[in-house]
């Protein structure tokens, strides 16, 4: 099984739509997670952390669920500049300074 | 606003070929690290360095190795290309105690052929 994983979508959304994605991590020992977006042909960036009561960054929500191992991202009110690649990320356990990056999720949002 | 640059967006070689990737970051960050990124496998990481001289295998090393030798610069080094070492390459960086928030360079498309 794989330590991060993601649905690879595309997941395609209309402007204005909400959209969510999960991530599934398979240590439950892990301590930290954030998203991560990649725009096409683009590098990484960090988008937000997640923390264990939920946070909110604007349109996007991130929550946590320690008892079935998955993370989630929400984005509200899609705009067409939203279309990238989330990447989920994970720490290793007892080593804070390793991440562990999922494949992606794909969103595209069209007008 | 950190930079993290990398030496080549595009770089094409020949199979047993020594191959030098270069990536420098200009904000005094003590970490630095090396990832490859291939459709379906997401980034692994390669090796990384929390200071100068100091590094540490990361998950894919084999085929690999660093050198750090100035605290901005670290350089990822193929002693011997192969096809399988055909992906994009990217140089990250951070602060110490500040590990999530890595500072990607644009990549190297690295073509082993």
């Known amino acids: 099984r794989k330590e991060v994983e993601q649905d690879p979508g595309p997941f395609n959304v209309p402007e204005g739509a909400t959209v969510a994605f999960n991530c599934t991590y398979s240590n439950s020992a892990s301590q930290s997670f954030f998203w991560y977006r990649q725009d096409c042909r683009k590098e990484p960036k960090l988008l937000m952390s997640?923390?264990?009561s939920g946070n909110e960054d604007g349109r996007f929500t991130a929550q946590l669920n320690r008892a079935s191992q998955y993370i989630s991202l929400l984005i509200r009110d899609s705009k067409l500049s939203d279309s990238a690649t989330y990447l989920c990320?994970?720490?290793?356990?007892?080593?804070?300074?390793?991440?562990?990056f999922g494949t992606g999720t794909r969103l595209q949002v069209f007008p | 606003d950190v930079k993290v640059t990398q030496s080549s967006r595009y770089l094409v070689k020949r199979t047993g070929e020594k191959v030098f990737l270069e990536c420098v970051q200009d904000?005094?960050?003590?970490?630095m690290f090396w990832y490859r990124q291939d459709p379906g496998l997401g980034l692994r990481l390669i090796y990384f360095s929390y200071d100068v001289k100091m590094k540490e295998k990361g998950d894919i090393p084999e085929g690999y190795s660093v050198s750090r030798e100035k605290k901005e610069r670290f350089s990822l080094i193929l002693e011997s290309a192969s096809t399988n070492q055909t992906s994009m390459y990217l140089c990250?960086?951070?602060?110490?105690?500040?590990?999530?928030?890595?500072?990607f360079g644009s990549g190297t498309q690295l073509s082993v052929l």
């Open positions: 904000m005094d960050h003590e970490n």
């Open positions: 990250a960086s951070s602060l110490a105690g500040l590990y999530e928030k890595l500072f």
């Open positions: 997640v923390y264990s």
């Open positions: 990320v994970v720490n290793l356990p007892y080593n804070t300074d390793k991440l562990i």
